[in-house]
């Protein structure tokens, strides 16, 4: 018997996951000093299944109440309102944030030290152009993360820089989640940075030493070592995860040439010296062997590969400044780093050719631009403003896997833009690489990416975030069509 087709069910549940967003989106969220507090008139009244009143127009369009048809939907108790209020702008689903919604079962676990995390994240890609036409995809991951305090287990403060940390996540693997095979994109410029490593994947665990105060200079020395990711250790942007294609995202240049991706887990360990608050040198030395972020190994290689010949070093070096700049303290990252790749020469390496390996190196220029004021005097600096990051990779070495000798990415980003919408964020980003691949037939030049979005915070712990990319030549070639994809990201906070 033919099995049924999963297309029509998936795209029902699509069609689900919208309509629960547009009722979601039917209100504002509250400005940030008011989420988690306990009121007796707190600005937004989420939705809830308790006693009917009718509301005005006016208290609707000021985002006063949740609200369904025009009518606003009361808790009978005051204690019951504070309690659903505080889960409905906490920063997790499941409750459990000190709030009144509950047992505060993840509280009590943090004060012994133990910390776990789990978010989901999915998002509809329409490719409305291509080489093969249009159609939808619906690609997501769900990410799982936990980190254990030593000293908080113990109750010893002595013991508070001895951290234990473990990773894992699952992505789909099905061809409908898959809209990179469509578009025909080089892989490093793929539409979705959720298709390396697919299914269940074990992405890191080992044990992080702080010294805190026990030297002269506070947090001098950071060890880190076990089963990591050298991409979450080096050429760290945290603006450029708020996008979904994997050049912006993830690769950044540097894994068009080498297996610098969030599927690359491999035996090793970075030191960190911070000599002032400002400055910083890290460095690290990691196993390097092929197939590091192949989907079947599902993160365990961890003899690397068979053939002790394969394998090989892969270290990596940063050097970089954290400023902050005027009486807004505007926060700032500039950052020069590099890695060397492969064994030494005369080594037989990964396809047996002889090597001396591959090496590269980045700049990196973030930085604040502006921040709004606070509504408070005596209150935290606002977190509202603009921010701009910048990367820019390049590399003298002429490796037969060095795809790019250099890439460019940099975006802008703008927390409140908004009235009364001080937590979303609207962005846009460009990334672009030139190809090595000079008489080659066909011939490749370049490939670039433009993704824009903006980022709608429901509440404490679910976003929706419409988006749009744009490829030129995505594989390099005027052979293939440029690509455009409209879709929509939403993300829960577990």
């Not at 460009?430 to 691949?437: A, K, R, S, V």
């Amino acid at each position: 018997m033919r099995a049924p087709d999963p297309q029509p069910c998936r795209f029902a549940l699509i069609g689900l996951l919208v309509f629960c967003t547009g009722v979601l989106l039917a209100a504002p969220m509250p400005p940030a000093e008011h989420r988690g507090a306990a009121m007796e008139k707190p600005p937004f009244r989420p939705v809830t299944l308790f006693n009917l009143q009718a509301i005005s127009g006016s208290e609707i369009l000021a985002g006063t109440a949740g609200t369904l048809s025009g009518l606003r939907l009361r808790p009978e108790t005051d204690e019951m309102q504070g309690a659903v209020a505080d889960w409905w702008n906490g920063p997790h689903m499941l409750g459990g944030d000190g709030n009144r919604f509950g047992p505060d079962r993840r509280g009590w676990f943090k004060d012994k030290g133990w910390v776990v995390e789990a978010t989901y994240q999915g998002a509809f890609f329409g490719v409305v152009r291509s080489e093969a036409g249009s159609r939808g995809f619906w690609d997501g991951q769900l990410n799982f993360s936990s980190q254990l305090n030593l000293g908080d287990l113990l109750g010893e403060d002595r013991w508070s820089g001895v951290q234990f940390f473990a990773a894992a996540r699952y992505r789909d693997g099905w061809d409908e989640s898959n809209p990179n095979a469509f578009v025909l994109a080089q892989s490093m410029f793929n539409p979705s940075n959720w298709q390396s490593g697919t299914q269940f994947r074990l992405l890191n665990f080992g044990i992080l030493l702080d010294s805190r105060k026990m030297l002269p200079i506070e947090n001098f020395v950071v060890l880190k070592g076990g089963w990591v990711q050298p991409q979450r250790e080096f050429a760290d942007q945290p603006l450029s995860k708020l996008f979904l294609n994997n050049a912006v995202n993830s690769a950044k240049g540097l894994g068009g040439n080498i297996p610098f991706s969030s599927s690359a887990s491999t035996w090793g360990g970075t030191l960190t010296l911070r000599p002032t608050k400002q400055l910083y040198l890290r460095n690290g030395l990691f196993l390097a062997y092929p197939g590091m972020t192949a989907s079947p190994n599902h993160g365990l290689m961890f003899e690397g590969n068979t053939d002790p010949a394969k394998n090989g070093l892969w270290y990596m070096g940063e050097a970089g400044v954290t400023p902050s700049f005027g009486a807004d303290r505007l926060p700032g990252k500039f950052a020069f780093g590099g890695y060397y790749y492969g064994t030494p020469a005369g080594q037989d390496t990964w396809d047996g050719d002889r090597v001396t390996g591959q090496y590269g190196f980045y700049v990196q220029a973030d930085q604040m631009l502006s921040r709004e004021s606070s509504p408070d005097a005596s209150a935290q600096l606002s977190t509202q403003g603009l921010s701009a990051f910048n990367l820019c990779f390049f590399t003298p070495s002429r490796a037969k896997s060095d795809v790019y000798p250099f890439y460019y990415q940099g975006g802008l980003t703008y927390t409140g833009l908004l009235p009364r919408r001080d937590l979303d964020v609207t962005m846009i980003s460009l990334g672009y690489g030139l190809y090595t691949e000079a008489g080659a037939a066909p011939e490749r030049s370049y490939t670039a990416v433009l993704e824009g979005g903006y980022r709608w915070q429901v509440n404490g712990w679910l976003y929706a975030q419409p988006f749009f990319q744009y490829f030129s030549r995505p594989d390099g070639t005027e052979n293939v069509a440029n690509a455009a994809i409209l879709g929509v990201m939403c993300g829960a906070v577990f």
